[in-house]
T-cell receptor, first 114, second 114 residues
Framework: AQSVAQPEDQVNVAEGNPLTVKCTYS??????LFWYVQYPNRGLQFLLKYITGDNLVKGSYGFEAEFNKSQTSFHLKKPSALVSDSALYFC????????????FGKGTRLHILP | KAGVTQTPRYLIKTRGQQVTLSCSPISGHRSVSWYQQTPGQGLQFLFEYFSETQRNKGNFPGRFSGRQFSNSRSEMNVSTLELGDSALYLC?????????????FGPGTRLTVT
């Protein structure tokens, strides 16, 4: 069965430092991978996606993610964190070879410390 | 272009009652998905609709149902409410289902069951 794991419930990073939010997935076929961000009392906002092609994907607000097929990972990264990046981040996967249901991770809360 | 709208934004119901939530997708989007978000379970997929047909369904009891209208607007219904149904219910729309298209989320309906 397809699944997605975000191993860290919370990540703390000092402002200006690089940040990484981890995501690993399991699918039987080829994955479509997504990152979303949720600010307090708001719905989720799309950040970026990997479909095919270049393993490094660039998205909104300076975020990028690297697809690693051998490690089945899709970690979210940003070179220099801002306090405004503090939010809840969700990784999601859609298995294109099965029933196309999209599965979300449980989320990682990112705290950027001023 | 207007975003995804959900009504009502907040709802308080009593155990045993039923509730109907509404979602209007972004203009031109024909796929609508529903999710339940709780602190303990994260984001769980409820169902996905396209062209008035349910394409996918998550692992929820039959008390949870939905439908989509010809104008792509969607409603979900929960009958015989239980305390555990208290959650944020998110609706998301996309141009087409089962593809690489990202989803756009509404602000959610916060349901409290007492």
């Amino acid at each position: 069965a397809q699944s997605v794991a975000q191993p860290e419930d919370q990540v703390n990073v000092a402002e200006g430092n690089p940040l990484t939010v981890k995501c690993t997935y399991s699918v039987s076929g080829n994955p479509y991978l997504f990152w979303y961000v949720q600010y307090p009392n708001r719905g989720l906002q799309f950040l970026l996606k990997y479909i095919t092609g270049d393993n490094l994907v660039k998205g909104s607000y300076g975020f990028e993610a690297e697809f690693n097929k051998s490690q089945t990972s899709f970690h979210l990264k940003k070179p220099s964190a801002l306090v405004s990046d503090s939010a809840l981040y969700f990784c999601a996967v859609r298995d294109t070879d099965r029933d196309d249901k999209i599965i979300f991770g449980k989320g990682t809360r990112l705290h950027i410390l001023p | 272009k207007a975003g995804v709208t959900q009504t009502p934004r907040y709802l308080i119901k009593t155990r045993g009652q039923q509730v109907t939530l509404s979602c209007s997708p972004i203009s031109g989007h024909r796929s609508v998905s529903w999710y339940q978000q709780t602190p303990g379970q994260g984001l769980q997929f409820l169902f996905e609709y396209f062209s008035e047909t349910q394409r996918n369904k998550g692992n929820f009891p039959g008390r949870f149902s939905g439908r989509q209208f010809s104008n792509s607007r969607s409603e979900m219904n929960v009958s015989t409410l239980e305390l555990g149904d208290s959650a944020l219910y998110l609706c998301a729309s996309s141009f087409s289902p089962g593809t690489a298209y990202e989803q756009y989320f509404g602000p959610g309906t916060r349901l409290t069951v007492t």
